[in-house]
């Protein structure tokens, strides 16, 4: 606990240590100030926008790397927030797009027009560009990395490597986190990897205490120092020693803030896989080793194994049980999970748990949302019912039920949903377009 309290004090004496020091010293390049984040319209398509951030040591000469970044609800201030403090102290440009979110149908559009409009605006270095991304904006990340050679590295937040037909870029660098609560987590630590391994991509992975959302913001800093210890093992920058530096002494605060032997042989594995071919690893493969030999480490991988073997096993059958199984019989599955978590002493056990509701939200969404843009809202009723239940504060819950209504022709319960889902957070109305209950009733529901 120290420790963790000892990183976070140290990331906020950090931001505002570079903030003071650099805040005179801030220049305009075609418009864009240094050392701030600008929010620029596309030229060619006024609707389209994203987000720039230029170091202050950025001189329109072409030297710095760049980062190409995703959200996934297209939050683009989102993920520059999460981006952003290591930015400034590793020297790299960062892109977000303010368009992109998932299911966007004019994908090819906004990608080819922000590229070609950030382009003309800022200087980069060609030969050192990589992308990022959150959620499904991770797998937009991850297929423009493995399809164009131009990309050395991909940043996946919250989703696993998945199968491609074919690879055009299989040195592409990939860093992979994910929650221990968040359903993708088997994705990543199971098929994401054993993909990695078959493509021959780089890889490393890192995982945290959360469920699918951003990893702790300290963790950032991580992208960048994978990213230039893959430049580093390229020979596109040389100052090898200092990355290395970096990573031993990032990694050794992480190793000694857990003694759990899981998540310890989890870092022990990324920093040999970030420090390969920098730096001896010799002594963190003996300690790995030692580590393995132990019997509560045994006794994890053992849980977490079949976990992961459950979790597969039990997707497809609550799959069917949405739509044979009444009300009341989720009500009671619901509540032994949330009974589990409250009462169960094994963390592994508690996160497994965690999974399987995360999952059976993921599910009423999908599912709904679709049945939804169907029309078929006699099934909408019953698993919406059942995602209520699930995820009480979600504003997804709340729009579709708003959905719901005004399919049935019921404008004022239809508008109390969707204040309500605006309440709690909704804002992407682009999304109102993937349905027809909303076109007839947007522009009153928004006044």
Request: charged residues 25%; contains cysteine.
């Amino acid at each position: 606990m120290k420790n963790k309290w000892l990183l976070g004090l140290a990331f906020i004496l950090f931001i505002f240590s570079s903030c003071s020091k650099n805040e005179k010293n801030s220049q305009v390049y075609n418009g864009l100030h240094t050392g701030k984040v600008e929010n620029v319209k596309v030229k060619s398509d006024t609707s389209l926008t994203y987000l720039v951030y230029l170091p202050y040591d950025y001189q329109a000469q072409g030297k710095l790397p760049i980062i190409w970044a995703f959200d996934a609800h297209a939050d683009a201030q989102k993920m520059m927030n999460w981006l952003l403090p290591y930015a400034e102290r590793y020297d790299y440009i960062v892109v977000v797009s303010g368009s992109f979110r998932n299911n966007v149908p004019d994908l090819d559009h906004i990608l080819t027009s922000t590229f070609a409009d950030a382009g003309e605006r800022i200087k980069f270095n060609n030969n050192r560009q990589y992308t990022a991304g959150f959620s499904g904006g991770a797998r937009v990340a991850y297929y423009l990395g493995a399809m164009d050679r131009r990309f050395d590295g991909t940043a996946m937040l919250s989703a696993g490597i998945t199968p491609l037909q074919f690879i055009k870029n299989n040195s592409l660098a990939i860093i992979m986190f994910a929650g221990w609560k968040d359903f993708n987590l088997t994705e990543v630590r199971g098929n994401g990897l054993d993909l990695a391994k078959k493509y021959g991509f780089p890889f490393v992975t890192f995982y945290f205490d959360g469920k699918h959302d951003y990893p702790p913001h300290y963790m950032s800093e991580l992208v960048y120092l994978w990213f230039d210890a893959d430049a580093a093992r390229r020979g596109k920058i040389k100052h090898k020693g200092r990355i290395v530096s970096r990573i031993r002494h990032y990694m050794d605060s992480l190793i000694s803030a857990t003694s759990d032997p899981m998540k310890k042989y989890d870092l022990y594995t990324a920093e040999i896989s970030m420090l390969k071919d920098l730096a001896s690893t010799e002594k963190i493969e003996k300690e790995r080793s030692k580590l393995e030999q132990t019997e509560a480490f045994k006794q994890t991988v053992k849980l977490v194994v079949n976990f992961f073997n459950l979790e597969s096993m039990l997707r497809p059958q609550y799959y069917k049980a949405l739509f044979t199984r009444d009300t009341a019989w989720w009500a009671h599955e619901i509540n032994s999970y949330r009974k589990k978590i409250k009462q169960d002493t094994s963390l592994y056990r508690r996160y497994f748990y965690h999974r399987m509701l995360s999952y059976l939200g993921i599910m009423c969404y999908s599912i709904s949302s679709n049945l939804l843009k169907k029309g078929d809202l006699d099934k909408a009723d019953k698993v919406l019912t059942i995602y209520k239940m699930l995820e009480p504060e979600n504003p997804d819950v709340y729009l579709f039920r708003s959905c719901y209504w005004l399919s049935r022709g019921d404008y004022q319960r239809g508008k109390q949903y969707f204040d309500r889902s605006r309440k709690l957070g909704f804002s992407e109305m682009e999304r109102l377009n993937q349905y027809p209950c909303f076109r007839k009733w947007r522009d009153k529901l928004l006044q």
